[in-house]
């Protein structure tokens, strides 16, 4: 029978998008994954922290004891206020390996283009994502976060780790050619 564990999770940015009746408020998702696709039938906790930050940091807690419990060693965050909180001790991840994205705290579209850039997208390529329209999910509209990286690929998904929402890789070029398809 195939284990529908997956290998990590990811926390996401917040999500201001996110809406309850009439009213916006911000949204942490946190999305058990294989790789970068949200496992079906995971680990999905969408955490409601509109002016509480102890609301997030219970839900890290609960999710880091998930993580050991389920044998998950690596966590991605994408939260400011979480790597913050790891930083000054007030979350603690133990053995948790914790993946950052990259050196850059993404914030919204500015900040995930800086990552692309930090990731060394080339230039021509992050012009037509920006063109295309392709750095929001295609489903709800919100901004694509960066869900993994290696020294080869930099992979998108939607912060919401839904089914069906828009996630995909770009292939970087191989460091030592420079990219002359422009
Ligand atoms: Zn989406």
Known sequence: MADERGDNLLIS?????????NEFIAVVYITERDRYTAIPGGYHERV????????LRQAVREAFDYARRAGILRVQVNNAHVLDDLEAGIL???????VDPGGVR??????LIAA???HRVPEKRVQDL????????????RTLEIS?????????????????HTDYRIDLPASEEPDRSA
């Not at 603690?92 to 914790?98: F, N, Q, S, T």
């Not at 063109?131 to 929001?136: A, F, G, V």
């Open 13 to 21: 940015n917040f999500d201001r998008y996110a809406t309850e009746g």
């Open 48 to 55: 409601i922290v509109q002016g509480d930050r102890d609301a």
């Open 92 to 98: 603690d991840a133990g053995d948790l390996e914790i």
């Open 106 to 111: 993404p914030a919204g579209m500015a900040g």
């Open 116 to 118: 692309l850039r930090a």
């Open 130 to 141: 920006i063109q295309q329209d392709d750095l929001r999910c295609g489903i709800c509209g």
């Open 148 to 164: 993994d990286s290696d020294s080869e690929t930099v992979y998108l998904s939607c912060p919401t780790g839904e089914d069906e």
